[in-house]
């Protein structure tokens, strides 16, 4: 069964510190996502991935990095979190010209 | 400006009742429209997915419509369960992209 792993599940970070959120697929999918999740604003694409080592600006990348060391593996990097990052986040996968993404389970952030 | 945009914000109606989900989209490149099931704690996961040269896709108690010429696509669940209480989201890609609506919180009474 296509498995999207994020970790950790919910996190409190500090103003003004550094944030890593990971994320592990073993569907063998080409194209990683990185999605936040705010009530009223539904599913917002931060950054995506469709090769190894390359990674593309999504539509609200401001704030955040991305890094795809490997297929399996597509890391959200907060340089400097902010209040206004507390959110949910995403990550899922696709195959190719794919018809289904598949999530995770999400990552709770906190920014105090 | 949003691709794809969703209505209502939210919905209640009693079991046994047709819940209707609605969704309308800007491009005209958009081919491919999932939807999306959401319970609380759990990533998006999708429930029926129709292609624009369909005007109609039904899976047990949920069909999608689909009206190419006015952008318009609908869901509708017939028979709504409590069960069925989740967010609802409507997405669109033309290639590879995909483009999510803000949602509907669908809650069914028992």
């Known amino acids: 069964e296509a498995a999207v792993t994020q970790s950790p599940r919910s996190k409190v970070a500090v103003t003004g510190g550094k944030v890593t959120l990971s994320c592990h697929q073993t569907?063998?999918?080409?194209?990683m996502y990185w999605y936040r999740q705010d009530t009223g604003h539904g599913l917002r694409l931060i950054h995506y991935s469709y090769v190894a080592d390359s990674t593309e600006k999504g539509d609200i990348p401001d704030g955040y990095k991305a890094s795809r060391p490997s297929q399996e593996n597509f890391s959200l990097i907060l340089e400097l979190a902010s209040l206004s990052q507390t959110a949910v986040y995403f990550c899922?996968?696709?195959?190719?010209?794919?018809?289904?993404?598949?999530f995770g389970k999400g990552t709770r952030l906190t920014v105090v | 400006q949003q691709q794809v945009r969703q209505s209502p914000q939210s919905l209640t109606v009693w079991e046994g009742e047709t819940a209707i989900l609605n969704c309308s989209y800007e491009?005209?490149?958009?081919?491919?429209f999932p939807w999306y099931q959401q319970f609380p704690g759990e990533g998006p996961a999708l429930l029926i997915a129709?292609?624009?040269?369909?005007d109609k896709k039904e899976d047990g108690r949920f069909t999608i419509f689909f009206n190419k010429r006015e952008k318009k696509l609908s869901l509708h669940i017939t028979d709504s369960q409590p069960g069925d209480s989740a967010t609802y989201f409507c997405a669109a890609t033309g290639y590879q992209n995909f483009y999510f609506g803000k949602g509907t919180s669908l809650t069914v009474i028992p």
């Open positions: 899922a996968s696709s195959d190719q010209g794919g018809t289904e993404v598949f």
């Open positions: 569907n063998n999918h080409d194209y």
């Open positions: 491009n005209s490149a958009f081919d491919y």
């Open positions: 129709i292609r624009s040269v369909s």
